[in-house]
């Protein structure tokens, strides 16, 4: 996982309320306590973002509402170093350059029986739960249907009924269009 997608999780978790702190980020990505802290830093220094440290929490907040920035991405760059957008640079942006906004990740519950196929999905999953299911996260809606398409077993999407019904249609699409005459 890259810095940006930390950062997001950062995020996400200090806006619920939370409390994440630098172990709780080392464990989540699997990266030194040193990198974990060195992410916070960058949060509070270079994106300004107003947190703090409450020590009985043991857990960082916000002390204001805050939001992430806008950053720069190549749509075709999936490891992109991202930079942080100013009002001058935002006026000088290239055609082939698109504005994303970090973005709090989508999430699923995927329930697959065979534990070597739930595996391939390690990247996305944040949680296990009971009867096979693994709780998901991600950024780019095509990328995880191509990975859960792209697992060698039979899943079944639990949650959200948007994306299941995106995955059936989809799939409906390309038997009728695969049907010989």
């Keep these: 996982?890259?810095?940006?997608?930390?950062?997001?999780?950062?995020?996400?978790?200090?806006?619920?309320?939370?409390?994440?702190?630098?172990?709780?980020?080392?464990?989540?990505?699997?990266i030194s306590h040193r990198q974990a802290q060195?992410?916070?830093?960058?949060?509070?220094?270079?994106?300004?973002?107003?947190?703090?440290?409450?020590?009985?929490?043991?857990?960082?907040?916000?002390?204001?509402?805050?939001?992430?920035?806008?950053?720069?991405?190549?749509d075709n760059d999936e490891l992109y170093i991202p930079e942080i957008l100013t009002v001058k640079n935002r006026q000088e942006l290239?055609?082939?350059?698109?504005?994303?906004?970090?973005?709090?990740?989508?999430?699923?519950?995927?329930?697959?029986?065979n534990k070597l196929a739930a595996m391939e999905l390690n990247a996305y999953v944040i949680a296990k739960e009971p009867h096979?299911?693994?709780?998901c996260e991600f950024h780019s809606i095509e990328k995880f249907i191509g990975r859960l398409l792209s697992v060698d077993a039979d899943f079944r999407l639990v949650e959200p009924a948007w994306l299941r019904d995106r995955i059936v249609s989809s799939a409906h699409r390309v038997l009728k269009n695969n049907e010989e005459e």
């Design 1 to 30: 996982m890259n810095a940006n997608t930390r950062i997001q999780w950062l995020h996400k978790k200090i806006s619920m309320n939370s409390y994440p702190n630098a172990q709780r980020l080392a464990e989540r990505f699997g």
């Design 38 to 74: 060195r992410d916070l830093d960058y949060l509070r220094r270079e994106l300004e973002a107003p947190i703090d440290y409450d020590k009985s929490r043991k857990g960082f907040y916000y002390t204001a509402p805050f939001s992430l920035p806008l950053l720069l991405t190549s």
């Design 94 to 113: 290239a055609a082939d350059e698109s504005i994303i906004q970090m973005q709090i990740p989508y999430s699923a519950t995927v329930e697959i029986p």
């Design 132 to 135: 096979n299911r693994y709780v």
